[in-house]
């Protein structure tokens, strides 16, 4: 994939009322394929709970046929399903995150926490790889993954570990001094 394209098509997708919808849609599914006219419906029956508003099933036709010719929607090989391809799968986290943060709203002791940000980064793991069959820049992919990275660091925060994913150990990045010391970390004396 050339360099930009991952930005690009966020902000392409983002620009367009509807675009995400099919998307959304899809990944609540869990990605699995759909006929057209029941994910144009889901589709239309979303934006109507998200905004109040009803759009036309035509328009979420052809926000389809637009998804796919952006290679974020394919066709299943019977033709009749459409399901999101490795790239609408990674676009689609934006909207409906991977099943990772713990139900309910109570306080959670240390090894639900540890379970917490194991997922994050087994996750964030898995998408690397998604990201790298789709042909995603590594650059562009490392840049989006910020909101993941500070949920991730708060939790090893909390845990006084500092387990990351296996894609971001091996960019060999040199981490700060937590100290706020510049040079190479060791004390001055």
């Known amino acids: 994939m050339a360099n930009g394209r991952w930005m690009e098509t966020m902000s392409w997708i983002a ?5 995400p919808l099919p998307v959304i849609v899809l990944a ?3 990605g699995k394929p759909m006929d057209e006219m029941n994910l144009a419906g889901r589709a239309v029956l979303l934006n109507q709970q998200m905004t109040g508003e009803v759009v036309e099933v035509a328009v979420l036709i052809k926000q389809l046929s637009d998804l796919q010719e952006k290679g974020i929607l394919e066709r299943t090989s019977d033709g009749f399903h459409v399901q999101l391809t490795r ?9 409906v995150p991977a099943n990772i943060e713990p139900a309910g709203q109570e306080p959670l002791d240390t090894n639900e ?5 194991d997922r994050v980064v087994r996750q964030m793991d898995a998408d690397a790889k998604l ?6 820049d590594q650059q ?3 840049m989006s993954q910020s909101q993941r990275m500070i949920e ?11 387990k990351l994913p296996d894609w971001l150990v091996s960019r060999q990045f040199s ?3 937590p100290s706020g010391a510049e040079g190479d970390g060791e004390s001055q004396g």
Do not use: K, T
């Open 131 to 136: 990201a790298e069959e789709a042909g995603v």
């Open 152 to 162: 991730m660091h708060v939790l090893n925060r909390i845990l006084g570990e500092d």
């Open 140 to 142: 562009e992919w490392f």
């Open 175 to 177: 981490a700060p001094d």
């Open 28 to 30: 609540q599914n869990d």
């Open 113 to 117: 926490i540890r379970g917490w940000r």
């Open 15 to 19: 620009s367009g009322q509807y675009r």
């Open 87 to 95: 790239f609408g799968v990674l676009l689609s986290r934006q909207w």
